[in-house]
């Protein structure tokens, strides 16, 4: 066998594992042991080698390394390869050690590894991990399948909002069951994925402090403490744009309407974002704002308009200026966010404005979430008898805009105050 690469696969092909270690005799029993599991399973001795393996078959589902090698060691040889694997392709990763220690746990979790065995591993407990890693890469995989939509027809704003409340998860009769597409499987797999990765830290960050609370100094517990809050808070935002969402679609806000100025609500959105914006290096100006005021719910429309300010904030490189602004065209006045990142093409933005989707792109992975925000900024905007448009396009950055009729609506008598 070569010390350089060993392939073979098993017949029902279920599972296809690459296994590096810069020993060639452990790759040879781990990959023999492997087949004989009934796992598709390959073999190489070095990071370099396995990067171009893995860029050349998208059939690996896991990557199996030691974590002490020469040149490329594992942890780099992990980040660089989930790095280059959107969801289509989806990977997960396992770690081998033999002398496992708390830095490399800490380092793991932070980039995202599935698990970290201690060498030598049963081979019960190596097989069952990597049969669970291979679920979950198969999970994301299949989850990017069935959410790509390809859009052959310009699409209106009633289509639009009837398709985001038929793919709001709903109750069934029994309350018991959760559905967000035929099936349920496109929401619980957003929700089971989203849901696990803050808790991993959580788990993982607190389990250290359980086991080494006489070891640890004030500022590395400090440190976990952080990493707990901050995944604690991010579960709790998970929490929120699901109840959103949901309470949205199930019932309807109703609004109270007066005539409110453009200049006045983009001088509210400006400053409620100033400081989100000012962590990520960027800056929110404001256009000249239309002189017409418009009728409306004014509350739900600076929500409804903020969702699109945050989302240019996440995908907008630092130092980037964000632009408010308020413009009439005809017998409509458009609320606009425009910034200058990576843009879309027009099935990103279809796929965008699905709940619960999030779009498969390298710029996108570093960004978490449900993916709800052009959701409850379309939902929104129909509550106020309006429309979400967007205009995009790779390289181009994005510019999104809720317009809304200028003439006076029916005014109703009470309002809700969801988002």
Known sequence: MST?????????????????DDEAVIVEEIVD??????????GLSNGGDALVALEADPLITVLLTDLDMPGINGLELAER?????????????????????LDSAIDAMRIGVFDLLRKPAR??????????????????????????????????????????????????????????????????SVISHELRTPLNPIIGFSQLIEQKSL?????????????????????????ESVLKVTELKTRPPRLIKAWERPSEMLERLRDNHLKAARAHGQRIEIERAADDAVYTDGDLLVQAVAHLVSNAISFSPAGAPIALGARVVG???????????????????ERALQPFEQLDLRHTRAHGGLGVGLTLAALLAECLQGRLDIESAP????????????????LLQSHSNLI
């Open 4 to 20: 350089n690469f060993v392939q073979c696969a098993t017949p029902n092909g279920a599972i296809r594992i690459l296994t590096v």
């Open 33 to 42: 042991s492997l087949i004989l599991q009934a796992i598709d399973a390959t």
């Open 81 to 101: 390869a989930l790095a280059a694997r959107t969801d289509e392709y989806a990977l997960e990763v396992v770690l081998l050690t033999a002398h496992a220690d």
């Open 123 to 188: 081979l019960a407990t190596l097989k069952d991990t990597l049969e669970r890693a291979h679920k979950k890469a198969l999970d994301r995989r299949n989850r990017h399948r069935t959410s790509v939509v390809t859009m052959s027809r310009p699409v209106t704003a009633s289509e639009t909002v009837n398709t985001l409340h038929a793919a709001v998860p709903t109750t069934t009769n029994n309350g018991n069951h959760l559905s967000g597409d035929p099936g349920g499987g496109s929401f619980l």
């Open 215 to 239: 070891t640890l100094g004030e500022g590395e517990l400090k440190e976990y403490a952080r990493y707990i809050r901050e995944a604690g808070e991010s579960l709790f935002d998970l929490t």
């Open 331 to 349: 017998e409509e006045i458009g609320f606009s966010v425009t910034d200058i990142g990576p843009g879309m093409t027009a099935t990103e933005v």
């Open 395 to 410: 390289g181009a950055g994005t510019n999104a805009a809720i317009w809304l009729p200028l003439l006076p609506g029916p």
